[in-house]
């Protein structure tokens, strides 16, 4: 009964994935367009909640939907005035991205669904626990990973005085 | 797990055909944000299907979303520059420098 329930949840959220993101590159309102980005996002988070990866879901519903949305949307509003519509794509640019979607997705689905990946151990329901990620992200021996974390707090100090100087006024 | 691999793939190269064909800066970034989460749900599917044991591709896809963040904020930061520049944000506007 779970796994139908499951299975059910995963065809949704696939569903929705699919969908919003052509949507979201074919929508000619810019704010439509940011829209679906969320629902692709919130239907990702949902993907992780299932694989029993919490912490991630929690992180991509704090981080991408909370924040990252949120920006996109000031600039949108900051840039562009409210209902207008962009002009239409021109015709032989439009055949070049189709081609180099379908080609590419043509190529890479032929190369995954041909490919035999060693069979799976993944067990539903073994959820990670919030232990095992803090303590592989505060270790210093091999698999942990302190380096990296320290290195992505210069790199967001980094980018908050890089985005005061570039957006101050002069 | 075939499944969830298939579905970043389209939604890979949904962004690639927006990338593509889009005139306006922020719906290029948009599109950017798409290949991205199609990345991120590739190395942590990989890592629990495969290597369940292992933490490799959760933390791969954790610090990558920190630097998604950095990235946007900067994008958007350069974006609202030119805008106040040139008063508009399409991509064949912009092709002079200041010097």
């Not at chain 2, 064909?21 to 922020?26: E, F, G, P, S």
Request: glycine letters at 6%; hydrophobic letters at 55%.
């Amino acid at each position: 009964m779970e796994q139908v329930a499951n299975q059910v949840i995963f065809f949704l959220l696939s569903a929705i994935i699919v969908v919003c993101s052509i949507m979201a590159v074919t929508s000619r309102r810019i704010l439509r367009a940011a829209t679906y980005l969320l629902f692709v996002l919130f239907a990702t988070a949902g993907y992780y909640f299932q694989l029993d990866y919490h912490f991630l879901g929690a992180v991509q519903v704090t981080i991408y939907a909370g924040g990252i949305l949120v920006l996109f949307v000031f600039a949108i509003l900051l840039t562009s005035k409210l209902g207008e519509k962009s002009d239409r794509i021109s015709s032989r640019k439009r055949a070049w991205g189709l081609l180099a979607a379908v080609l590419g997705a043509a190529i890479c689905g032929y190369t995954l669904l041909t490919h035999d990946f060693f069979p799976s151990q993944f067990a539903q329901g073994g959820e990670l626990d919030m232990k095992t990620v803090g303590h592989a992200l505060m270790g210093m021996d091999k698999y942990q990973y302190l380096l990296p974390f320290e290195a992505i707090s210069v790199l967001l100090l980094a980018c908050i005085i890089g985005g005061i100087m570039i957006a101050r006024k002069r | 797990m075939i499944y969830y691999v298939v579905v970043s793939t389209l939604m890979f190269f949904a962004g690639v055909y927006g990338f593509v064909t889009r005139h306006n800066l922020l719906a290029i970034l948009i599109s950017l944000e798409l290949m991205l989460n199609a990345v991120d749900i590739n190395f942590v599917v990989f890592n629990r299907y495969l290597f369940p044991g292992q933490l490799e591709g959760f933390f791969f896809t954790l610090f990558a979303v920190a630097i998604a963040a950095a990235e946007t904020a900067i994008a958007i930061a350069i974006i609202i520059n030119i805008y106040r520049n040139i008063r508009n944000i399409n991509v064949d506007n912009v092709d002079k420098m200041k010097y």
